[in-house]
Structures are given as C-alpha cells and as structure tokens.
C-alpha cells in the first residue's frame, strides 16, 4: 500500500484531503442527535437529523451528473469547502440560542446543505482518479479509499462522542468548521498539481442535465454485468439494516456472554462489521483473484442464510461469524466493484455514473431496517426465516439476470 501512495503522490493527495473531509462528515452526527433527542418532541427531532443525512446521498445522482459538466472543478472544491465552512460556523452560533424544533430544523437543514456540498465535492473527485490511477491499479486505490472511509467514520463518529463529553456542543460546531476550512487550504495547496491533471478530463455539455441522468441510467440498465453486481451489493448492504434491529431484539433473550451488557454487544458486532469490513479491503488484491464478483457476491448471499439459522439456534457466536464473514467478503468485493464502474465508463459521465451506483446502493438499508422489524410483529421467529428467505431472493435475481444477459 505505502509502494501505491508513494507511485502516485498526487492521487494520494487528493485522495487525503478527500478522506479528511469525512471526518467533518462524521465528528458532529453524535451531537445533532443527542441535541434532538433531548427536546421534547425527541422522535420528530431525531427523524430531522436522519433526513438530512440520507436524503443527500439519495439525490448524489443528481449531482453527479452537475459535475460532470462543470469546468474548473479544482475551484468548485475549494467552494464547496468554504460553504461548509460556513455552514458549521452557523450551526455553532445557532447553539448559543434556546433549543426549540425550529432551531433544530435551522441546523438541520444547514447540516443538509453541507452534506450536499461533500456529496457533490466526491463527484468532482471522481474524474482525477481515473486520470490519476492506472486501469490495472484502480482496485487497490479503491480499496485505499474503501478501507480509510470505514476507519474514519468509526474513528470520527467516536471522537465526536468524546469532544461532547468536554466541550460544548458550539465548540464542536466550529472544530468541523475548522475541518473543512482546512479541506479547503488543502485543495488550494494543490491547484497546481491539479490544474495539469483537469486539462485532460473530458467535459460534455452539450446535453441537459435530466436526459443526461436518464442517459446514464440507461449505460448501467444495458450493462448487465455491472447491473447484476449493483443489485447483489445493494441488497447485501440491505442485510445490515435488517441485522441490526433484529439482533437487539434477539441479545434481550439469549443467554451467552451474560456478562456483557447488551449495548456492549450491539457495539461488537459493529466494531466487527467494520474491521471485517476493513480486512476485506486491504486483502482484496490478493484472496480470490480468479473468483468472479458475481460469483463472491453469491457466496456472501448464501453467508446470510447462515446469520438466518444462527438466530434460529439462538447462536450468538455464529450470528458473529455471519456477519463477519458476509462484512469481510463485501470489503473484498466493493473495492472491485468501484474500480469495474471507474474503469468502465467514460470520464466525461463518471461523476454521474458513480453518485448513482452510490444512490442505488444506499437505497436498500434503510428499507430492510423497517421491513425486517414489521416481520416481528407475526414473531422473532418469522423474522429469522426472513433472513433465509432474503439470501434466497438475492441468488434467485442473480439467476434471473445472468440468464436475461446470456439470451440478450
């Protein structure tokens, strides 16, 4: 990895400056929840914060498709930057009021056009990656950039929980205020570098923005390859929001490690997801090399049933096993993946194309977090033979579609 970073000091900037950007994106998630979830109309709060974090990822195709025709990318980063500057320097002052629903939801939406602002910063990023990594070395560059995103969000997530424990939530505001001013600094230290790698990226403008989104949902649909692996991740990723929700559910009557609370155990098996997750990443390059991303997805299909049956046998160690084998294989897998997409389409429409492969696989989470916990109200039973029937219902469209591609 260090060999990578050092072949490629430019690719390895942008992609720093990037990631350091993350930590703002994280470090004051804490802090926006606990603040709604201490107001009266707690639930109405929270979902707020939950909005304006998801409903930015759900609109990155949108964004993507604007950067992909914008010139003078580098200056549009150090915009971006700045705005979000702004933004968290708001958010802090708004702090210094009384809490009501309507400062909450000033904050809120702050925090949403901020998010917006990263979202769409990530699309410009896109296109110098691909002029800066060679096509045979684009999966340990996303697998750099998989496995640092995982260990960021953690690390921000609980250092934004600490900073909370000694500063007022204000000071935290302004911090990641500070966070993406220093982005900012960044990138402008950068433009040089920069300004000669822009000059070969492509821009097309000759289409409108809604037929180009239209356009390129059409290259991925017509892409049966990449079709089939988005719709197998995608639904992989929807085994976690289904996890989570029926795991607590499941910790309240088994009896193992009864020793350990049961917010410590929901805690294990997060922190295991990710480092799973993370191994996964950093060995992608060398496990399974002749092994088929279809073929991976599959097997991690098949990993769910066994998460199915743990719960069924009221295993706790095996529900651990699940879940981290099914994490590990998608951290070998997503670096791939990413690199297929990157590699696969052209300059001009890759900002596009990948916010909406990101769309699309953020979609199914959220979904399974709700229609998993519904499956309960028949019985927790019911709810672990929903996992069987999950990992089912993924190699069945994998059959379905591997088939369409071979008579199309």
């Known amino acids: 990895m260090l060999t990578f970073l050092k072949n490629n000091p430019i690719f390895s900037k942008i992609a720093g400056i990037s990631l350091f950007s ?37 609109l990155s195709f949108f964004l993507g ?23 968290y320097l708001s958010i802090g002052l708004l702090f210094n009021y009384p809490h009501t629903l309507f400062l909450l939801f000033l904050m809120a939406s ?17 296109p110098f990656t691909k002029n800066l990594v060679k096509a045979e070395d684009m999966e340990q560059a996303q697998g750099i950039i998989s496995m640092t995103t995982q260990l960021i969000n953690v690390l921000a997530t609980f250092a934004g929980a600490t900073l909370l424990s000694f500063f007022y939530r204000s000071t935290l505001a302004y911090i990641n205020a500070s966070v993406f001013f220093i982005v900012g600094i960044g990138y402008f230290f950068i433009y040089p570098e920069l300004s ?3 000059k070969k990226i ?62 410590v155990k929901i805690s294990l098996l997060s922190g ?42 009221n295993n706790l160690y ?15 897998v997503s670096p791939r993946f990413s690199a297929k997409v990157i590699n696969e389409y052209p300059t001009e429409r890759l900002g596009g194309i990948v916010t909406t492969v990101n769309s699309l696989l953020v979609l199914t989470p959220p979904m399974t977090s709700f229609i998993f ?5 028949v019985s927790l039973t019911f709810s672990y033979f929903g996992f069987i029937l999950y990992s089912i219902i993924l190699l069945a469209l994998s059959v379905v579609v591997l088939k369409h591609k071979k008579t199309s």
């Open 110 to 126: 702050f925090n949403f056009i901020s998010d917006l602002a990263g979202n769409y910063s990530s699309a410009l990023v896109t």
């Open 196 to 198: 000669a790698v822009e």
């Open 373 to 377: 916990p519904i499956l309960t109200n």
């Open 202 to 263: 492509t821009v097309n403008n000759n289409e409108n923005t809604l037929p180009t989104i239209k356009k390129n949902f059409k290259l991925l649909l017509h892409n049966k390859s990449i079709l089939n692996n988005l719709f197998q991740l995608s639904l992989l990723d929807g085994f976690f929001g289904g996890l989570t929700p029926i795991f607590v559910l499941f910790i309240q009557t088994n009896r193992s490690l009864m020793f350990i609370s049961s917010p």
């Open 272 to 313: 295991l997801i990710t480092v799973a997750m993370v191994f996964g990443n950093v060995l992608n390059t060398k496990l399974f090399l002749n092994v088929s991303i279809g073929k991976l997805n599959n097997i991690t299909s098949s990993f769910i049933s066994l998460g199915g049956i743990a719960f069924l046998l």
């Open 318 to 332: 095996l529900v651990f096993i699940s879940a981290g084998v099914v994490s590990f294989l998608l951290g070998v």
């Open 65 to 87: 498709t604007l950067a992909d025709k914008k010139k003078r990318k580098i200056h549009l980063l150090i915009q971006n930057s700045f705005v979000r500057t702004v933004m």
């Open 22 to 58: 993350k930590v703002g994106d994280r470090l004051f998630y804490t802090a926006m929840l606990t603040t709604a979830a201490s107001l009266p109309n707690g639930n109405t709060a929270v979902m707020m914060v939950s909005i304006s974090e998801t409903l930015p990822i759900l």
